[in-house]
């Protein structure tokens, strides 16, 4: 955890060098994010000292920041956490010195997964100020799934989320102002050097009682969020209904936890208690067994272990992968031919399925339902919430931007239980304000064992009727009849190679516009590629910043750093497929992808060469216009 009578700026960092820190860093509404060891796959637990200086300016502008908030001689009660990376012991260690020297009441659990600190945060509300288990705000120390020598921070307060990014813009504003002087670095090491030995030593053998009371409140939480209800003896009465219908039959899940926060939070005592059998691999913190991000082949080790569990028995079904920081869990499934990873696209449209047929089968008169997802979503959850009369919006890809989005539509009336990324698979469910595979996997086990109920149909009985493939349905169903049963649309993965473009360009509203005149040439050649399928396409181009969604109807530049989708729909009106581009805001690449109705792989390899092919044309002209 750190030795607490050592100051870890004690050796301070040039200006020049804290200055080059800085330039690396990748500074957005999804957290603030760099290269923390020596390169993107360093193990070493030490830090530079110019990333211990940024780790205490981090902490102290937050710390300012937050406050600020509060009257005069009042101590904020903040939740700090890290998540398994090897460097966030040494950043936490950092940034609790300085947010003591502040004055902030601080509660350090150490390893815990991103949902778990924010239940815990959110928890923290209900006691009144002054009160031990009190909070007001979080600092969860991770950079999610980006390579284990990266890290970095998110904040949020007790709300259970992250910041918007209106407050998010404020707080990168001032990290940047008056940074790498001398005197600033002077300054942070100062505030490192205030806490005593004793103080920083108290604060980490206290770190195992809020680990616990963390790990409690996640608990709690979990429950509230799968029984869709505050009310504990509701809870319990839909709980021990769900527990009862898998148990009917059974059903076991693999996970692998892959060295992550999740390998210590409350994944297999939760999942056994609703009836499951859970068979975990992986499960020694930071004990990194591929690659963070869970795509690809990072669900390999996954997918052989569930077809080795499903020869054993028959009852295992799925299994998930989450990422460092536990808030994704993307899912491997057995389909009745063999173990297979779901798209990211396809675990946000079972989520959206599982959680809205439940919702809407219980829906009141007059309830408005809605939902919510970023500008890379696939069409297919579009789709998904038309069948079931859900209303369907966008927001920037981003988590604080979906989050943000939602709770707007929710202050406008909107009923909004589940939102997320469709891009990367990621889904939060009301009143969770964060991504969670354990809400994910509550959802789906909802909608494979609850059957009818009186005249209620059971979930997915419901959405057959309603997606018109009512034919579908048959009492032993299996997951892989629900797969099955979604709308079929073909999407690009945003994590392949091929989804991220390296460009010259820094200014994204120049390269959109040269796109634009790109896109407007070689409208005839994607016209034409498409007709066979959908016949004549119009084209309209949207922009997305922030939570807000409009129609462009002049420069695709107009988007600025947003993302650009170009929606292409056929004769009746009916959106066809989409090509969508983003400058990512946590990594130093432009991604690209298209999204296409129905089973056509080869169209959308074809489709997505030319989308690339003008965006580096586009590029070179900007480069060559400088």
Known sequence: ?????????????????????????????????????????????TLSPQAVYASARMASVFADWLIARFPAGTKPALALGVDTRPTGPA??????????????????????????????TREGKSFPAG????????????????????????FGLNDGGVLPGSDASVLIAALKTGSCTAEDISAMQTLCAMPSGKTVASMFSDSGRYKRLAMSAYTLFAREVAGNSERMDEQELALDNLSDAVGETGCGIVADMNGSARSVSIDYTFLTSLGCTLRVINDRPRGF????VPEGKSLDPCKAELALARSQDERFRLGYVPDCDGDRGNLVVWDGNGARPLQAQETYALALLAELSDLARKAGPGVQLAAVGNDATSMRSEAVCKALGVRFFRAETGEANVVGLARSLRNDGWAVRILGEGSNGGV????????????????????????????????????LEKSDQPDLYRDAFELSDILKSLPPWTSTSVFEDRAALRVSSTDHTALKNAYQQVFVQGWPELSSLLASRYGQLSWRAM????????????????????GLRIVLSDTSGTDKAFLWMRGSGTEAVFRIMVDLEGDCAELE??????????????????????
């Open 1 to 45: 955890m750190g030795d607490p009578y050592l100051n870890p700026l004690a050796k301070k960092p040039s200006p020049e060098a804290a200055a080059q820190f800085f330039a690396t860093l990748i500074l957005s509404a999804s957290g603030w994010r760099g290269v923390f060891g020596q390169n993107d796959d360093d193990l070493t637990e």
């Open 131 to 154: 009160h031990e288990r009190h909070l007001d705000a979080f600092c969860y120390i991770s950079a999610s799934h980006n390579p284990p020598g990266h890290n970095g921070v998110k």
């Open 605 to 626: 390899r074809r489709m997505l060469m030319l989308h690339a092919s003008w965006l580096r044309t586009a590029d070179a002209s900007c480069c060559a216009a400088h």
């Open 543 to 562: 922009a997305t910043n922030g939570i807000q969604e409009r129609t462009l109807s002049g420069a695709f530049g107009e988007s600025g750093t947003g």
């Open 91 to 120: 950043i936490a260690h950092t940034m609790a010195r300085v947010f003591l020297a502040k004055g902030i009441e601080l509660r350090y659990a150490f390893v815990c997964a991103a949902p778990e600190i924010m239940a815990w």
């Open 289 to 292: 067994a591929h690659r963070i």
């Open 428 to 463: 939060i469910t009301w009143p969770a304000a964060v991504r969670d595979p354990l809400n994910t996997i509550a959802a789906v086990l909802k909608l494979m064992y609850l059957k009818d109920e009186g005249d209620t149909a059971g979930p997915w009985k419901f959405w």
